[in-house]
């Protein structure tokens, strides 16, 4: 007979509860149960017949991973609920079929590609800090932008939080007598990274637009609408993570 369990941490990665490494944590914590007993490392678990919960929480299973993405406007929060009431992408994917959740985010007052997937366990790879899945942004910043800030903005010399960010690309794709149109392709996903190294050049950004991940391009798909990632866009995604995997626990 075939053998249905699989590794608990990957069970819950899957799920996207958190990376595995997390949920050893989570486990050696006494946070993790597994019908009703408290797990330990090493269980395996059988998605169809076990029940596990995190926190006395129950962790439903992935049946159908459903890999999307979304042309995020400007106005909209990138959580699936929100306590203000503001506007969020759950709004823009309930015809999708089944839950799905951002892979990364996008703040408020941005906009551009935003992937959802429900599977976790791509979703913690992609935007765990070691990945350094390239994320390529224009950005519209008013008035003129001297070399002295490019330089600045590209040599990894700026430091947010006490830490300085990675040297990134950073170039001219528009001058106009009010405004530039830069193109910033970043390695990281620090919050509102762009935005605070422009601030931190003394420059005022006016619109920002994510328009490709890892080689995935928004194109001209419009604004609040979506798409399934096509074959492709997948082959690409699966190489990042396939190399993610070799570094991760069995």
């Not at 600045?152 to 947010?160: D, V």
């Not at 530039?180 to 509102?192: D, K, M, P, Q």
């Amino acid at each position: 007979m075939k053998d249905n369990k699989e590794r608990l941490q990957k069970f819950l990665s899957e799920c996207g509860v958190c990376s595995r490494r997390k949920a050893e944590e989570l486990i050696l914590e006494g946070k993790v149960k597994v019908n009703g007993r408290a797990a330990t490392l090493g269980d395996k678990v059988d998605p169809k017949r076990d029940k596990v919960t995190v926190r006395n929480k129950r962790v439903i299973a992935v049946t159908q991973k459903v890999y999307i993405m979304l042309h995020k406007p400007r106005g909209f929060v990138t959580t699936m609920s929100d306590e203000f009431d503001r506007k969020n992408v759950s709004d823009l994917v309930k015809d999708v079929g089944v839950k799905v959740y951002p892979v990364g985010r996008l703040d408020k007052n941005s906009e551009g590609l935003l992937l959802m997937t429900n599977d976790g366990e791509m979703a913690n790879k992609l935007t765990h800090p070691s990945s350094h899945v390239n994320k390529t942004y224009r950005v519209t910043v008013s008035g003129n932008v001297t070399d002295e800030q490019l330089e600045a903005l590209s040599n990894g010399s700026i430091a947010l939080d006490g830490k300085k960010v990675l040297p990134c690309d950073v170039f001219v794709m528009e001058r106009k007598p009010d405004r530039t149109v830069l193109c910033f392709i970043i390695s990281e996903g620090r919050n509102r990274q762009i935005r605070r190294m422009c601030e931190t050049v003394k420059l005022d950004v006016l619109r920002l637009k994510r328009t490709e991940i890892a080689g995935i391009k928004l194109g001209m798909l419009p604004q609040g609408s979506w798409r399934p990632l096509n074959e492709r866009e997948m082959q690409r995604l699966n190489g990042i993570t396939n190399k993610e995997t070799q570094n991760d626990n069995p």
